[in-house]
């Protein structure tokens, strides 16, 4: 992975008419380019902390290379860079081909669809915790149904990866956040 220093007229040069698909009160966090790539912007957000020496792009990366030698479909990633003059470390990436299930829930599925769905993303967090896989931010926006067929996760910076399966604690913590599905 090549990881560059963008200076601030390479900066904007790369985001020049690219959509913001996600902001909060400190700017931009995730862009989608000209070029349909996806710029996914981080900030520390305190002075002093673990991301001073383990920045939160860097555990983005890590997470999906271990990710991907697990064979869970996850964005393919282009380049780490820091953005000195906006103080923000980035990552670029080709979106994962598919639809979020959040989208697809919101199609309108019929009781038939909502059932497969439930039972599909069932079967693959019952794996991702047999597999270690502790995603404090597991939803339904952050799994996608691969144009494979496949589940892939995205937006992971927050994942750990445990030697052993998950304790029953964090196996429940975990769920509580994709009951969500309709």
Excluded at 57 to 72: D, P, S, T, V, Y
Excluded at 128 to 143: K, P
Aim: contains cysteine; positive net charge; hydrophobic residues 45%.
């Amino acid at each position: 992975m090549e990881f560059k220093t963008i200076d601030q007229a390479a900066y904007l040069s790369l985001r020049a008419g690219a959509e913001v698909l996600e902001a909060d009160v400190f700017g931009e966090k995730v862009l989608r380019l000209k070029d349909g790539f996806i710029l996914k912007l981080f900030r520390r957000k305190r002075r002093i902390s673990s991301a001073s020496l383990f920045p939160y792009a860097r555990r983005f990366l890590a997470n999906a290379i271990k990710l991907e030698r697990m064979g869970i479909p996850v964005p393919r990633m282009v380049l780490h860079a820091r953005i000195p003059s906006i103080e923000r470390d980035a990552v670029l990436y080709e979106p994962l081909p598919g639809r979020t299930l959040r989208e697809l829930s919101r199609e309108g599925l019929d009781q038939q669809g909502k059932t497969v769905m439930r039972e599909t993303l069932t079967r693959f967090v019952i794996e991702l915790h047999r597999r270690g896989v502790y995603f404090r931010s597991l939803h339904i926006g952050n799994v996608v149904l691969t144009s494979a067929g496949e589940l892939g996760l995205i937006d992971f910076s927050d994942l750990r990866i445990y030697p052993c399966r998950l304790w029953k604690g964090l196996r429940l913590r975990n769920v509580r956040r994709i009951i969500e599905v309709p």
